[in-house]
C-alpha cells in the first residue's frame, strides 16, 4: 500500500480512538513527572485504569478476545477477588492492587487503539521520545531523593530503581524508521540503565537490544543497519565504560554480583518458598495466604513475581500466570513471518519474564508500558489477519 493511501487510512481512523490513544499517553507521561502537579501519583493511575476499563468494553462491543487478553484478564480478577476477601481477614494494600490493575489492564486498551488504526509510527516516535524525556526527569526525582537520605546518613544505597522507565521503553524502538532517533535515543536508554546500578535492569536491557540490531538487519536496508549496528555498538559501548569507571558504586555491585553476591535475595526466595511449602493445610498450598501474604508472613515482598504469587495465591495463582506467558510465547511463534510484530513482542516477554525473576512486575505500574507494547501488538496482528496496513507511517 502507497504511503498515500497510509494517510488516508490513518485520517479515516474514528477521532474517538485517537482521543483514547492522547488520554492513555498523557495518563502514562503524567506519571512520570506526577511530582510537578499538586495532585498524588494515584490520579494517573487511575486515569489509566478507567480508560483500560473503557477499552475492554469497546473489545467486548466489537472484537474477539485473544489468548493473551484472556489469560491477563483471569489473572486480574484473580487479584480483585482476592484482594476483597483478603479483607475478611486483613487489611491488604490497596497500592499495590492498584499497580496491578494499572500494569496489566492496558493490553484490550492499547488492542483496540491499535486495530482502529490510531497508533502510527510518527505517534509511538512521538510517545518514544516524551517518554525518555519525561523518564529524565522520573529517574532524577528518585536521585535527588537518595540524596537527601545520604546525607541523612540514613542509607549508603543509591540504586535507582526509577530506571526501569528506560528498560520498558526499549521496545518501542522496534516502531522507529528514523535512524538517527533509533541511534540517539539507544544511547540515552543505555546510559541511565547502567547510571541507575540496578544489575537486573542491565542484565534484561542486553537481549532487546541485540533483537533491534537483527531485526534491522533483516530488512532491506541491510547496509544502513550494518552502519547502525558499528555506531550504536560503539556509542553504548563508550558510554558504558565510561560510566562505569566513574561509579564506584557500580563497580562494587558488579564485582559483588560475580562474587555471588545477590543482596540477600537468595535467602528471601529460599523464606517465602518455605513459607509456602511448610503451610499448615493443603488450602494454603492451592489458594495460598491472601494479598499481601509475604509481607504479612515474612515481613517483606518477596522480590520474584513467582514467589510472591506463590505465598499469595499458591498454585492457582501460578498457573493463572504462567498461562498469561505462555499465551504470550504462542502469540511470538505465531508471527515469526512479520518481523517487526515477532521481535518487538519476543523483546517485552524477555524484559517481563527476566524482571519477574528477579524484582516485581506485575505489581509495577511502569509496566503498564509493556502491556502497551502488548496491546498495540497484538492489535497489529488483528489488522494483518484482517488485511489491513500493518502500521502507517
Known amino acids: 500500500m502507497s504511503h498515500n493511501n497510509h494517510s488516508l487510512e490513518y485520517y479515516k481512523t474514528p ?21 510537578w502537579f499538586p495532585f498524588p501519583p494515584i490520579v494517573w493511575r487511575l486515569g489509566l485504569v478507567c480508560l483500560s476499563f473503557i477499552g475492554i ?12 487478553e484472556r489469560s491477563m484478564l483471569l489473572f486480574v480478577a484473580l487479584n480483585v477477588i482476592y484482594f476483597l476477601f483478603s479483607f475478611t481477614w486483613q487489611k491488604p494494600e490497596s497500592t499495590n492492587f492498584g499497580n496491578v490493575l494499572c500494569s496489566m489492564l492496558p493490553i484490550p486498551l492499547f488492542f483496540v487503539i491499535t486495530a482502529n488504526g490510531a497508533i502510527t509510527r510518527r505517534s509511538l516516535t512521538i510517545f518514544l521520545i516524551l517518554s525518555c524525556i519525561a523518564g529524565y526527569f522520573y529517574f532524577y526525582h528518585e536521585e535527588s531523593i537518595l540524596f537527601e537520605v545520604a546525607l541523612s546518613g540514613e542509607s549508603g544505597d543509591f540504586t535507582i530503581n526509577n530506571s526501569t522507565i528506560f528498560l520498558v521503553i526499549i521496545p518501542l524502538l522496534f516502531f522507529v ?13 543505555i546510559f541511565f540503565i547502567i547510571y541507575g546500578a540496578k544489575r537486573g535492569n542491565i542484565i534484561s536491557a542486553m537481549l532487546p537490544f541485540y533483537l533491534l540490531v537483527r531485526m534491522n538487519m533483516k530488512s532491506k536496508q541491510s547496509f544502513l543497519s ?4 558499528i555506531i550504536v555498538v560503539t556509542a553504548i559501548s563508550y558510554f558504558a565504560y565510561y560510566t562505569m569507571m566513574n561509579s564506584d558504586y557500580l563497580v562494587s555491585r558488579i564485582a559483588k554480583t560475580l562474587e555471588g553476591d545477590t543482596s540477600n535475595r537468595d535467602i528471601l526466595y529460599a523464606t517465602a518458598f518455605s513459607t509456602w511449602l511448610n503451610a499448615e493445610n493443603l488450602h494454603n498450598i492451592i489458594f495460598g495466604f ?28 501460578i498457573f493463572a500466570y504462567l498461562l498469561f506467558h505462555v499465551s504470550i510465547i504462542r502469540t511470538i511463534l505465531k508471527n515469526k513471518h512479520n518481523p517487526l510484530l515477532y521481535y518487538t513482542l519476543l523483546a517485552v516477554f524477555f524484559i517481563w519474564f527476566s524482571k519477574s525473576l528477579y524484582s516485581m512486575g506485575f505489581t509495577n505500574n511502569i509496566f503498564s508500558f509493556l502491556s502497551m507494547e502488548i496491546g498495540i501488538v497484538l492489535g497489529l496482528e488483528y489488522r494483518d489477519k484482517q488485511g489491513l496496513s500493518i502500521l502507517s507511517d
Request: glycine share 8%; charged share 15%.
Open 226 to 229: 550494518e552502519v547502525l549496528l
Open 15 to 35: 477521532s474517538k480512538y485517537l482521543i483514547l490513544r492522547n488520554f492513555a499517553f498523557f495518563c502514562m507521561l503524567g506519571f512520570l513527572v506526577y511530582h
Open 290 to 317: 491472601g494479598t499481601d501474604g509475604t509481607t504479612n508472613l515474612i515481613g517483606i515482598r518477596a522480590h520474584n513475581d513467582w514467589l510472591e504469587i506463590l505465598v499469595d495465591f499458591g498454585i492457582l495463582g
Open 177 to 189: 524508521r528514523n535512524k538517527w532517533i533509533t541511534i540517539g535515543v539507544s544511547v540515552i536508554i
Open 57 to 68: 468494553l469497546i473489545h467486548l462491543t466489537k472484537f474477539k478476545l485473544t489468548a493473551v
